[in-house]
């Protein structure tokens, strides 16, 4: 509640973006943030779209990332997977190497926000908002997962390796100058002996904020002894803690019963919870009980990764454009775009999200797309971006230009509605209809992904969009009809 005698945060004017800087190189992008002192810099935008717009403050600069020659690779050593700094967590989810090698990351990245979301947030981006609830933070500290931190000395790129461990300073606040960027994230491979896990508890089954999470890996001997352990909690203090209780609990003996008892016992003893809107302290202590528990049996019975998905859809994975439309834009500057085939324009793309540059600057008037809570969470302005589904309202608009965008208008081709606009209407799927935009670009772009979705794959792949008038099971319905008839 807003304190009296001032406005609520939705009420105060929001943190302008004035320009948008889009380099084409890591160099580049640095050189961007001397330029511009104050620059922010964006890939995702998952986060810091929402704090822009819940904040008050002079105009900023936001460098893109998007751009970047090699931002999405993944490089493999022997010892390592080496993460760039625009690596997506849909790409943790879909790669085979990270649910062998590196589970505990694997796990994290799929409980996190949605396929929407999952499509844009970034790794580096969940290390750099450094919310304690933030789920793959656990896992890189579990894993011992170093961040390779860059920044212009001279003309020259100096780089410095931090340990996850050592990456956080306070309560969002981490050790990363102003001048430096995340460039990389290095995740050493889960090695013989060794077996990991993560673990969440959330108030709900999709887009919930960890009440208390876990990363952790043990080393075992031939003979099933503990020779060491790696934990790391959050959602439990101000920052993602490391903790020493668990190896100390652990080494030295077998994973049975009794010794997992003493050790989720001792982790839970030692903590001091915090008390938030999600969970009093009290809750948290006994939750992570029962969470350590839970993992270190599946860890005993080596069924870490028993709980994975078959095939978890993506909705289409976020492909990176080859060069920027444009260097640099702001609100005067008019971005071109093709929304549903047809060539787009217009102007204010600096100062506006992705959804509200459709609906109101674009010569292609979008109506269909909805605004239903401006955040991320309810998925009612589901749009594919080159091929991937994602949040609109969470997509600054300049990050489009040069884009194929296609909105619930374009799912219809030839004069004929497409198959799963069909089904909705023969099943029953349309109530209130403010959600179902969403619903349908989601659950089309699952159905191009997986053509004979399961009930699982279904569930998953509509997990980011909400129906407020509670009538998921006609939906759901409509994706079956559509495929049975696409077949």
Same mark, same amino acid.
């Given at each position: 509640?807003?304190?009296?005698?001032?406005?609520?945060?939705?009420?105060?004017?929001?943190?302008?973006?004035?320009?948008?800087?889009?380099?084409?190189?890591?160099?580049?992008?640095?050189?961007?943030?001397?330029?511009?002192?104050?620059?922010?810099?964006?890939?995702?935008?998952?986060?810091?779209?929402?704090?822009? $717009?819940?904040?008050?403050?002079?105009?900023?600069?936001?460098?893109?990332?998007?751009? #970047?020659?090699?931002?999405?690779? #993944?490089?493999?050593?022997?010892?390592?997977?080496?993460?760039?700094?625009?690596?997506?967590?849909?790409?943790?989810?879909?790669?085979?190497?990270?649910?062998?090698?590196?589970?505990?990351?694997?796990?994290?990245?799929?409980?996190?926000?949605?396929?929407?979301?999952?499509?844009?947030?970034?790794?580096?981006?969940?290390?750099?908002?450094?919310?304690?609830?933030?789920?793959?933070?656990?896992?890189?500290?579990?894993?011992?997962?170093?961040?390779?931190?860059?920044?212009?000395?001279?003309?020259?790129?100096?780089?410095?390796?931090?340990?996850?461990?050592?990456?956080?300073?306070?309560?969002?606040?981490?050790?990363?100058?102003?001048?430096?960027?995340?460039?990389? #994230?290095?995740?050493? =491979?889960?090695?013989?002996?060794?077996?990991?896990?993560?673990? =969440?508890?959330?108030?709900?089954?999709?887009?919930? #904020?960890?009440?208390?999470?876990?990363?952790?890996?043990?080393?075992?001997?031939?003979?099933?002894?503990?020779?060491?352990?790696?934990?790391?909690?959050?959602?439990?203090?101000?920052?993602?803690?490391?903790?020493?209780?668990?190896?100390?609990?652990?080494?030295?003996?077998?994973?049975?019963?009794?010794?997992?008892?003493?050790?989720? @016992?001792?982790?839970?003893?030692?903590?001091?919870?915090?008390?938030?809107?999600?969970?009093?302290?009290?809750?948290?202590?006994?939750?992570?009980?029962?969470?350590?528990?839970?993992?270190?049996?599946?860890?005993?019975?080596?069924?870490?990764?028993?709980?994975?998905?078959?095939?978890?859809?993506?909705?289409?994975?976020?492909?990176?454009?080859?060069?920027?439309? @444009?260097?640099?834009?702001?609100?005067?500057?008019?971005?071109?775009?093709?929304?549903?085939?047809?060539?787009?324009?217009?102007?204010? $793309?600096?100062?506006?999200?992705?959804?509200?540059?459709?609906?109101?600057?674009?010569?292609?008037?979008?109506?269909?797309? =909805?605004?239903?809570?401006?955040?991320?969470?309810?998925?009612?302005?589901?749009?594919?971006?080159?091929?991937?589904?994602?949040?609109?309202? +969470?997509?600054?608009?300049?990050?489009?230009?040069?884009?194929?965008?296609?909105?619930?208008?374009?799912?219809?081709?030839?004069?004929?509605?497409?198959? +799963?606009?069909?089904?909705?209407?023969?099943?029953?799927?349309?109530?209130?209809?403010?959600?179902?935009?969403?619903?349908?670009?989601?659950?089309?772009?699952?159905?191009?992904?997986?053509?004979?979705?399961?009930?699982?794959?279904?569930?998953?792949?509509?997990?980011?969009?909400?129906?407020?008038?509670?009538?998921?099971?006609?939906?759901?319905?409509?994706?079956?009809?559509?495929?049975?008839?696409?077949?």
């Amino acid at each position: 509640m807003a304190v009296p005698g001032e406005l609520h945060e939705v009420q105060r004017p929001s943190t302008r973006v004035e320009r948008i800087v889009r380099p084409e190189s890591w160099s580049a992008a640095l050189q961007a943030l001397r330029d511009h002192p104050g620059a922010r810099p964006v890939s995702g935008g998952t986060d810091l779209v929402l704090e822009l $717009a819940r904040s008050s403050g002079p105009p900023v600069t936001l460098v893109d990332l998007t751009a #970047i020659t090699g931002a999405y690779d #993944i490089a493999e050593t022997d010892d390592e997977l080496v993460l760039a700094g625009g690596v997506t967590h849909n790409q943790i989810v879909a790669d085979a190497r990270f649910r062998t090698d590196a589970l505990p990351l694997a796990q994290a990245c799929l409980e996190i926000g949605s396929p929407q979301l999952r499509n844009r947030a970034t790794i580096a981006g969940n290390l750099a908002t450094a919310s304690p609830a933030n789920d793959s933070i656990t896992a890189l500290m579990a894993l011992g997962a170093g961040v390779v931190l860059s920044r212009l000395v001279g003309d020259t790129v100096m780089d410095r390796e931090v340990a996850v461990d050592e990456f956080f300073n306070g309560f969002r606040s981490t050790v990363c100058e102003p001048d430096e960027l995340i460039t990389s #994230i290095r995740v050493p =491979k889960l090695r013989l002996g060794q077996r990991g896990i993560w673990v =969440k508890l959330g108030l709900r089954r999709a887009q919930a #904020i960890s009440v208390v999470h876990a990363g952790m890996v043990v080393d075992l001997d031939r003979d099933g002894v503990v020779t060491g352990a790696r934990l790391a909690l959050g959602s439990v203090a101000a920052t993602v803690v490391p903790s020493s209780t668990l190896e100390e609990a652990l080494i030295g003996g077998p994973l049975d019963n009794a010794r997992i008892a003493a050790a989720a @016992q001792a982790v839970a003893g030692a903590i001091e919870p915090i008390d938030d809107i999600r969970a009093t302290a009290d809750y948290r202590v006994a939750a992570t009980e029962t969470v350590i528990t839970r993992a270190l049996h599946a860890l005993a019975g080596d069924r870490a990764g028993s709980q994975w998905p078959q095939g978890p859809p993506g909705l289409g994975l976020r492909t990176p454009p080859t060069v920027p439309a @444009q260097s640099e834009i702001d609100d005067a500057a008019t971005i071109s775009v093709t929304v549903n085939g047809r060539s787009a324009t217009g102007v204010g $793309a600096a100062g506006s999200t992705l959804l509200d540059w459709l609906r109101d600057h674009s010569s292609e008037v979008c109506s269909g797309v =909805k605004e239903g809570c401006a955040e991320g969470e309810c998925g009612a302005c589901t749009v594919q971006l080159d091929g991937a589904a994602v949040m609109s309202c +969470l997509v600054p608009a300049a990050q489009a230009d040069g884009a194929e965008i296609v909105t619930v208008e374009g799912l219809a081709a030839g004069g004929r509605l497409h198959p +799963l606009q069909d089904a909705f209407i023969t099943d029953f799927a349309v109530q209130c209809g403010f959600c179902i935009p969403g619903f349908l670009v989601a659950g089309a772009s699952l159905l191009d992904e997986c053509p004979a979705p399961t009930d699982a794959q279904i569930s998953l792949g509509l997990s980011g969009n909400l129906c407020r008038c509670t009538g998921y099971y006609p939906i759901a319905q409509a994706v079956r009809t559509a495929s049975e008839s696409g077949r």
